[in-house]
Nanobody, 122 residues
Framework: QAHVVESGGGLAQAGGSLRLSCVVS?????????MGWFRQTPGKEREFVAA????????YYADSVKGRFTISRDNNNSTVYLQMNSLKPEDAAVYYC??????????????WGQGTQVTVFS
């Protein structure tokens, strides 16, 4: 079971940008599966944000981030990214990456990394 390390969170002004990174320990089969980003705020369930297939060909987003966030990956370095533009206060959350059940918004694993905190101020 691969381990993940998320980074890149921080403080951003509304309308600003942040780029999150997630390094996955599995370098052998990383390119064969979907990866995704999720986020969680206190008192709420973790929610799906975006996912990308191993072949880069299939990408999908939650409606709340479409047109503002871009997910990408680098299979050579077993890393997945989330470029977040036009940030809104409601984007503030702890962001997590996880393997994704193919072509769904569901996480594959039940365990999570430490996440990276995103704070947006207006």
């Amino acid at each position: 079971q691969a381990h993940v390390v998320e980074s890149g969170g921080g403080l951003a002004q509304a309308g600003g940008s942040l780029r999150l990174s997630c390094v996955v320990s599995d370098r052998t089969t990383f390119s064969s599966y979907y990866m995704g980003w999720f986020r969680q705020t206190p008192g709420k369930e973790r929610e799906f944000v975006a996912a990308i297939s191993g072949s880069y060909s299939n990408i999908y987003y939650a409606d709340s981030v479409k047109g503002r966030f871009t997910i990408s990956r680098d299979n050579n370095n077993s890393t997945v990214y989330l470029q977040m533009n036009s940030l809104k206060p409601e984007d503030a959350a702890v962001y997590y990456c996880n393997r994704v059940v193919t072509n769904t918004p569901r996480p594959f694993y039940n365990h999570w990394g430490q996440g990276t905190q995103v704070t947006v101020f207006s």
